[in-house]
């Protein structure tokens, strides 16, 4: 498989540069009756075609992008309902053998400071994650012989046998190099949660110039990498792209062929979409003037119309953003958020004074986990902590919770009731406590009696000790 890849030349790969090109040059200036027909085609839970997509794309009228936007609202409030996933990065090592010319981490950075977490400081993290209620983690690695797949799996170990009193991790995610097929199944043994690739930029000059040595060089190898993962028998994988890079839309485009090249060859798409924005980081003159820069309401844009294109597949935006940007993000589609993040090597358990010389970049929301849920449940958001689906195997099906009707009802809204009340219960201040009560109880007065009567039963098992209480 490995050396089959290999083979592919980089012109032949799944991102067809030329077509992107033509479609977005085909379909400038679109009229009114031809957006409004796609949207509403987005508003059936219809998968949209590349065309289509690009016309939404270069829908730049007043009147076009307020379409596209309150029809995102429409299909989040539809598809999803209200719950939010929360999770917490956890940054392990720093050392890195590429030159990504955006990233704090890359080798060219003698300034940075180089850590990897022993398995002390591992710990001490992990008590600090835990004590503050979070129960999902994706893990962070730069690229470097030492964060090899036994590495990846025996950190994951860790973290899963972690006890802090009732308090544990429940899901880890990956985000790290791309493997080989080999090493995927080792981390898979482990029982990883999503492995997280981000192609950074799809058009490859672009990529070439801006990865001008080490492994990740190849545009080809990454660009495979989420194949060679689903083949090693992991189905959960996230694809993204870092906008600033390139044009907005091409990276859009890219992300939709991706989608459609995993879903085509393994009759299951990516479960998440990243779209990081490009942040200031430490020593990194890119970073600081991005080459394209995405502006707040180009970026609602991207928002909204990866949302109408791919109605089931999970979006992640991180705290790189700022809470005013995070607050529109969810309205318009978004459904996972980290939140009381640190994203240095070691820093949610230090105080260091060099933690921003360990830091890949720099964050735009730093409110506390507790700050971001009470703004959720005043907001009528369910703040969700739930991994039912994945302890209970009920992996790579996530569109499962959309195919199957009343799934969502009756398994994830419940489940996040529960996961949300056991966080209340243990963790939270009392200000959000009163308010995360009083949501529980409209959600509970909103249900049918049957399924009332079951959850109101769940919950006295949380209040009287029980925890990881699940549907
Ligand atoms: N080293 C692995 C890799 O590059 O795939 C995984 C970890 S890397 C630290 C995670 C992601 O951070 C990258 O894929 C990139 O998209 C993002 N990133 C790097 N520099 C960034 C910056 N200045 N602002 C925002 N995101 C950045
Ligand atoms: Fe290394 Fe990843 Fe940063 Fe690139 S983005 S320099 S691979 S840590």
Not at 51 to 64: F, I, M, R, Y
Not at 67 to 95: D, H, M, Q, S, T
Not at 272 to 285: D, K, L, Y
Not at 339 to 358: F, M
Request: aromatic content about 10%; proline content about 6%.
């Amino acid at each position: 498989m490995f050396t089959l890849l290999k083979k592919i030349k980089e012109e032949e790969s799944f991102i067809p540069h030329q077509k992107i090109e033509e479609l977005l040059e085909k379909t400038r200036n679109p009229e009114n009756k031809k957006v409004e027909i796609i949207v509403n085609k987005a508003l059936q839970k219809e998968r949209l075609s590349p065309e289509e997509t690009a016309v939404l794309l270069n829908a730049d009228k007043p009147e076009q992008v307020d379409l596209i936007v309150n029809a995102a609202r429409r299909l989040k409030e539809e598809i999803y309902g209200n719950r939010i996933v929360l999770f917490a990065p956890l940054y392990i090592g720093n050392w890195c053998v590429n030159n990504c010319q955006y990233c704090g981490f890359r080798t060219e950075n003698t300034a940075v400071v180089r850590k990897t977490l022993s398995d002390e400081e591992l710990e001490a993290e992990l008590y600090a994650l835990t004590s503050k209620g979070h129960k999902r983690l994706i893990v962070v690695f730069g690229e470097h012989p030492m964060y090899s797949p036994k590495f990846i799996a025996r950190t994951i170990e860790r973290i899963y046998s972690y006890k802090n009193g009732t308090g544990q991790i429940r899901r880890v995610n990956v985000n790290a190099a791309p493997q080989t097929v080999e090493g995927y199944k080792i981390i898979k043994e482990v029982g990883i949660g999503t492995f997280q690739i981000f192609q950074e930029t799809y058009h490859l000059p672009t990529y070439k110039k801006l990865h001008p040595s080490g492994p990740k060089s190849s545009y080809v190898y990454r660009l495979f990498g989420l194949d060679r993962a689903m083949v090693a028998g992991i189905d959960d994988v996230g694809i993204g792209a870092l906008f600033g890079l390139y044009d907005w839309k091409f990276e859009v485009m890219g992300l939709m062929y991706h989608t459609k090249h995993l879903e085509e060859r393994f009759g299951v798409g990516p479960h998440t979409i990243s779209f990081p924005r490009v942040e200031p980081a430490f020593n990194t003159p890119l970073a600081e003037t991005p080459p394209h820069p995405v502006s707040d309401e180009a970026f609602k844009r991207v928002i909204a119309i990866i949302r109408l294109s791919v109605p089931y597949t999970g979006l992640i935006l991180t705290a790189r953003e700022r809470p005013e940007v995070r607050r529109e993000g969810l309205k318009l589609g978004v459904s996972q958020i980290d939140a009381g993040s640190s994203i240095g090597v070691g820093s949610y358990s230090q105080q260091d004074p060099e933690i921003v010389k360990k830091s890949q970049f720099i964050l735009g929301d730093t409110r506390s986990l507790d700050e971001v849920i009470k703004e959720l449940s005043q907001n009528g958001h369910i703040p969700s902590f739930c991994t039912a689906c994945y302890r209970a195997g009920r992996t790579g099906q996530h569109f499962m919770e959309f195919a199957i009707p009343g799934f969502v009802r009756e398994f994830c809204t419940p489940n996040a009731i529960l996961t949300f009340k056991e966080y209340l219960l243990d963790y939270a201040s009392e200000e959000t406590k009163k308010i995360g009560e009083e949501l529980i109880k409209n959600e509970l007065d909103r249900m049918p009696p049957e399924r009332k009567k079951i959850l109101e039963k769940l919950l006295v098992r949380l209040e009287t000790g029980e925890r990881d209480v699940r549907l």
